[in-house]
């Protein structure tokens, strides 16, 4: 049985729209918060880290594009999840991946509003941050083909700016300032360095999020994912690397404006390339606000449509064909966020769940070869059990890191996720199988 039209989202995404989407969700971490792992481990200590994350993203993109383009459907790993382990399975990898990304949009609304103060002083953050929220939930209500060529063109710009970037910075590299105290804090700063290397690439899943709203998935998703891992390794090592010579890097370890204000030291703050580059230095956080917005709201849908949020956020706008209840719903989360944490608080908090999501969806991979060998995998993860193993290993260190050198933060998520888990099973939530055109998606 297919939905009426009117509740279904329109497939009109392309491989182009894919890249702009994945690299758009994450670029913002090539701008911000990554630094702040120089203040826990130092510049080698941070290098390690993100060494291992990487390592770590390309093991599970790899592996995690299976499932996507076996299941593509708008819940991510919500739907995976479900399918592999049922009702429960599925409440925990949905609500990991809703504060995921939820919290991922005010982190960076923050960053955009410290950006906009960087160069006009007179701007508070929080107002423009809240601005810059509201702006993008209309875009994103507007519909998603708009809102994909907006990412187009706003993660080109975002791209080239940081190519212009390095391009600048390099000349002006020095080794000595790059090992200038490495490892301050030894292997355990590479510990609990690990949160602000996974946001050099936190999101990038998200692309599972637009499945439903994609031409040809199974061969299209592949490219998109692949396309956009390239690019945001070269670019995060580019950036990481280069910044850490210019000067004494624990100038630039707690600042949500990091790169603006590496090219102030190099060239000066006065020097006319300073303030373009920060002026542009925008896109890149207006490219992955946009996008972790666009994500946050499937998912809300998909988990709505079936059953596990209240069904009037999976209500679909006639006009649009946009999830409109489920951004609005995702918009005053954030609002909330922006107001009630620090930056360096909310980034660990959406890793922490990014993290828990990795888990359950490479647990799910590993099930459903077992309990469904005859699915159809239009793409299979490469040397097959290696690559889904090792995303599986790093991951379980990287949750054990997280929860070891912030307990707080992680007494949050976990309490969130047990009051949310009492509540499914009192309510009888447990026992309801959901339909397979529920968890199949529209096709």
Known sequence: MTRPAAEQLKRVLKPVH???????????????????????????????????ITVMYITFIFSYTELTTAIPHAGGAFAYAYRAMGPLGGLIAGYATLIDFLLASPAIAISLGSYLHFLYP???????????NAAFIILNISGVKESATFSVFITILAVAELLLYMGIVSPHFKMDNYLSNPMPFGWAGVFAALPFAVWFYL????????????????????????SALVTLVVLALGVMILTGGLTDWRKLSNLDYPLPEAIGIVLGKANGLTQIFASIGLFGLIASLHGTILASSRQVFAMARSGYLPRG???????????????????????????????????????????????MSMLSLFLLR?????????????FYPVFPVTALI?????LVAIIWFNIWVSAIF??????????????????????????????
């Open 370 to 382: 077992k309990k469904e060998p005859l699915l159809e995998r239009p793409f299979s993860s490469p």
């Open 203 to 226: 999101a990038i899943e998200g692309v599972a999020m637009v499945a439903e709203e994609v031409k040809d998935p199974k061969k299209n998703i592949p490219r998109g994912y692949i």
């Open 394 to 398: 790093i991951s379980a260190v990287c």
């Open 122 to 132: 007179a701007i508070p953050i929080m107002q423009s941050a809240m601005l810059f």
């Open 313 to 359: 956020l999976a209500a679909i706008n006639h006009r649009f064909k946009t999830p409109h209840w489920a951004l609005v719903a995702g918009g005053v989360i954030s609002f909330l966020a922006i107001y009630s944490g620090t930056t360096a608080q909310i980034i660990v908090l959406s890793v922490l769940g990014a993290i828990v999501m990795y888990l």
């Open 414 to 443: 976990f309490t969130g996720l047990a009051i949310v888990i009492a509540l499914f099973i009192s309510t009888g939530k447990h026992k309801v199988l959901l339909t397979e055109e529920m968890m199949a998606g529209s096709s």
């Open 18 to 52: 894919l890249w702009a989407i994945a690299v758009g969700l994450v670029i913002s971490g090539e701008y911000f918060g990554w630094n702040l792992g120089w203040a826990v481990s130092g510049t080698i200590g941070f290098l390690i880290a993100t060494l291992l």
